[in-house]
């Protein structure tokens, strides 16, 4: 096995992880349960950082891997690529921003960025799994 072929499948599966942490995170401060929440934005958080760790090896170590689906599809994938990618560079900055927050303790400023940042990652967590399927499952 080398990068190319292995690296998909690991970031995939830690954006998978990530999301599974994000909704559980929600619940739980939905809840009430703010320590339990905490520990799953934490474990979004690491999961994500993985994911971003192994997505830039990957990167540097593959070929360019093209769409092969053809027809309406295509332009519904590049769609959903370029959303993907453009609100993936957005997140980024305020994952550090909420995060940086919640450290703090500055739960006046936290959930106001929270608002805005929870349904962001959680696109760019579905629509990460959505390309990865169409990539390497759908039309490989």
């Known amino acids: 096995m080398n990068a190319a072929t292995t690296l998909p499948h690991i970031t995939a599966f830690l954006n998978a992880v990530s999301l599974g942490f994000l909704v559980t ?3 739980h401060i939905r809840a009430g349960r703010k320590d339990s929440h905490r520990k799953a934005m934490l474990g979004a958080v690491v999961a994500s ?3 971003l760790g ?3 090896v990957y ?3 593959a070929p360019i891997f093209v769409f092969r689906g053809t027809g309406l599809v ?8 370029i959303s993907h990618v453009a609100l993936a560079a957005v997140i980024v ?5 909420t995060l940086l927050r919640a450290f703090r303790g ?3 400023l936290h959930p ?9 990652w959680l696109y760019v967590s579905v629509t990460g799994i959505v390309v990865y399927l169409m990539l390497y499952h759908l039309y490989s």
């Open 59 to 61: 990167h540097f170590a």
């Open 106 to 108: 500055r739960f006046d």
């Open 25 to 27: 995170g929600f619940v």
């Open 112 to 120: 106001k960025i929270a608002r805005w940042t929870l349904p962001l």
């Open 54 to 56: 192994f997505y830039v």
């Open 49 to 51: 950082a993985l994911f």
């Open 93 to 97: 900055p305020m994952i550090a921003v």
């Open 74 to 81: 295509r332009p519904l994938y590049y769609t959903l690529l």
